[in-house]
């Protein structure tokens, strides 16, 4: 069992909808959790950063952390496609951060 | 915003050659660096991490010999493939981590060197 499970996709949406992204883990003393989103070819680029349990909200995006059910999610509402990319979740329990395998995003126009 | 910078951003060698990729924080020091590769819609693979001032910690089935890394400054550190091959062509990615950041886990990324070996 790998210790962060992320759906590959693809997800394609129209312009506008809410997406939905997920990841689960195993490691019960992971702490911090990341969204990045990854253009192609270019690196990975830091969106939320969540400590512990709880939700956090930045513009159109929301973290969601459950550590009960050991879940992680990202919201992106009213979707644009200009957010068609590579969502890699990521967790750490202080050092080692391991990366979920991306979910590819594509927002339709 | 934390800023990590890359050089160069793409190289293409002949087999048998070596190439430095280097990686740099800008705009904060960062004790920690790491590298990761990348192949074509997969996720990151950690290949090593890089301490400032002492030798760096390779994953398992990474060649530390065939991949060197040094990290001789906060700001700074390198990535030389040695004696490369064709299927050493990869998307290679360093990060650094913050040492003054309340972050434990947060990683800023460089944008990335894509190699190609002939």
């Known amino acids: 069992q790998k210790e962060v ?4 996709g693809p997800l394609s949406v129209p312009e506008g909808a809410i997406v939905s992204l997920n990841c689960t883990y195993s490691n019960s003393a992971f702490q ?3 969204w990045y ?9 830091l969106l939320m950063y969540t400590y512990s349990s709880g939700n956090k909200e930045d513009g159109r995006f929301t973290a969601q952390v ?6 992680i999610s990202l919201f992106i509402r009213d979707s644009q496609p200009s957010d068609s990319a590579t969502y890699l979740c990521a967790m750490s329990e202080g050092f080692k951060t ?3 395998a991306g979910t590819r995003l594509f927002v339709k126009a | ?3 990590v910078s890359q050089h160069p951003s793409w190289v293409i060698c002949k087999s048998g050659t070596s190439v430095k990729i280097e990686c740099r924080s800008l ?3 960062a004790t920690t660096m790491f590298w990761y590769r990348q192949f074509p819609k997969q996720s990151l693979m950690l290949m090593a991490t890089s301490n400032e001032g002492s030798k760096a910690t390779y994953e398992q089935g990474v060649e530390k010999d ?3 890394i040094n990290h001789a400054s906060l700001t700074l550190s390198t990535l030389t493939v040695t004696s490369a091959h064709p299927e050493d062509s990869s998307f290679y990615i360093c990060s650094a981590r913050d040492t003054q950041g309340l972050a434990m886990g947060e990683q800023f990324f460089g944008p990335g060197t894509r190699l190609t070996v002939l």
């Open chain 2, 1 to 3: 915003g934390a800023v």
């Open chain 1, 66 to 71: 459950d550590k009960s059910s050991k879940y």
């Open chain 2, 27 to 29: 705009d904060f020091q």
């Open chain 2, 66 to 68: 065939k991949f060197l």
């Open chain 1, 98 to 100: 391991i990366f979920g």
């Open chain 1, 37 to 45: 989103r990854q253009y192609s070819r270019k690196g990975p680029e």
């Open chain 1, 32 to 34: 911090y959790f990341m």
């Open chain 1, 5 to 8: 499970e992320q759906d590959p």
